[in-house]
């Protein structure tokens, strides 16, 4: 490949770019934390945490854990549920949402999806409930929220509980929405608020509930060697903290771009009729941690966007439910056509802060090109 066409590389993230924009800020928040030597929990923690509450606005509790798979895993065991007792998840979305309920001792029970806006609803969630269904992991994905409302009402009436998995989706928000006791949060690097590594937090309403998931962090106590709950060792470190503290006052601004960059490739893409643009619920404010088209012959349109040095990415090819680690649970093919189909069209575009309108337009010229 020539020096031309590394030069034009677009890639589907770019983490450098925004280092640089932040680089002062990150360096010495990390600098703080290494002169401290306080590396575990701890002051640079807890001012996160605050931060993030703040930042949210929802009333809700923060606490830090070592990542968003745990922030699933630790609010499943903070219900106390029996083992065996069923979690209804949707078949469409990462493996740590259906992961972590197997590794609580739970029996994972997948639902399809909407096929506008790609998350559970109360019908797809209804049509697979049973005597034995106790919680509903309910995926906020690609950065929307999923409707809440007619969830939790059903839920409710049924004396089961809504634990929301927003790793994707810090930020975003819902008219009126109804809320799960528990939201489980991610900062992965590549997360619109990442760090330098894993962490992850819990958010929760209910003050019970938020300490209990701060014992279940730390081996099930508040003092050492003292356990009330066989919990686990589930820290956000406070170098990550750090990181993120100095991140967190941009994270509306970046929000911000992704949508403008969302707004340009919808414009832009509406008269291709071989691609679907991503549908925003009315009342839902998008975060788009990913921007995630369906497309026609989206393997080939893949190849050709790498072949014009554009990243892109499939989350994702297979659904769970046919996943090789749950067959003993009985998934089969056709069995969540809309979750398969989604599985084989989507197609998510470079979407980050950075990229800019010059870059977009390049994205959105190659798709045209490879249709016309």
């Known amino acids: ?29 990390i600098r703080r934390v290494v002169d401290s030597q306080r590396f575990i929990l701890g002051a640079e923690v807890e001012a996160f945490e605050q931060a993030l509450a703040a930042y949210l606005d929802d009333g809700r509790e923060v606490v830090g854990c070592a990542s968003g798979t745990d922030a699933i895993l630790l609010s499943l065991k903070a219900l106390d549920l029996e083992p065996g007792d069923e979690v209804i998840v949707p078949a469409f979305t990462f493996f740590a949402t259906a992961g972590a309920v197997w590794n609580a001792g739970l029996k994972p029970v997948f639902c399809d999806v909407d096929p506008a806006h790609f998350n559970l609803t109360a019908r797809t969630v209804e049509a697979v409930w049973t005597e034995r269904t106790r919680a509903v992991v309910a995926v906020h994905l690609f950065g929307q929220m999923a409707v809440m409302d007619e969830l939790v009402a059903l839920a409710e009436a049924e004396g089961a509980s809504v634990i929301e998995d927003a790793a994707q989706s810090i930020g975003a928000t819902q008219e009126a929405a109804g ?18 590594g894993d962490g992850g937090a819990v958010t929760s309403a209910d003050p019970e509930f938020a300490d209990r998931i701060r014992k279940l962090r730390v081996h099930g106590g508040h003092k050492m060697y003292h356990h009330e709950m066989v919990g686990t060792n589930s820290r956000l470190d406070a170098l990550q903290a750090a990181v993120l503290g100095a991140k967190l006052p941009h994270l509306t601004d970046w929000s911000g771009l992704r949508q403008l960059h969302a707004s340009i490739y919808n414009e832009e893409l509406e008269d291709v009729p071989e691609v679907i643009t991503p549908f925003a619920h009315p009342g839902n404010v998008h975060v788009y941690n990913q921007y995630t088209i369906r497309a ?33 649970l009985g998934g089969r093919p056709g069995q969540l056509p809309v979750s398969e189909g989604l599985c084989a069209e989507v197609l998510s575009l470079p979407v980050y802060p950075e990229l800019g309108a010059e870059r977009l337009l390049r994205v959105v010229s190659a798709i045209r090109r490879f249709y016309a």
Do not use: W
Not at 18 to 27: A, F, G, K, P, S
């Open 179 to 196: 809320r799960g006791i528990a939201t489980a949060l991610s900062f992965f690097p590549s997360k619109n608020l990442g760090g330098f």
């Open 1 to 29: 490949m020539g020096a031309d066409a590394v030069t034009a590389h677009i890639p589907l993230l770019d983490l450098g770019e925004q280092y640089d924009t932040i680089r002062d800020e990150v360096d010495t928040a």
């Open 296 to 328: 026609r012959r989206r393997d080939e349109l893949r190849e050709h966007l790498s072949e014009q040095g554009i990243g892109s990415g499939v989350y994702y090819p297979v659904p769970l439910h046919v996943q090789e680690c749950f067959a003993a």
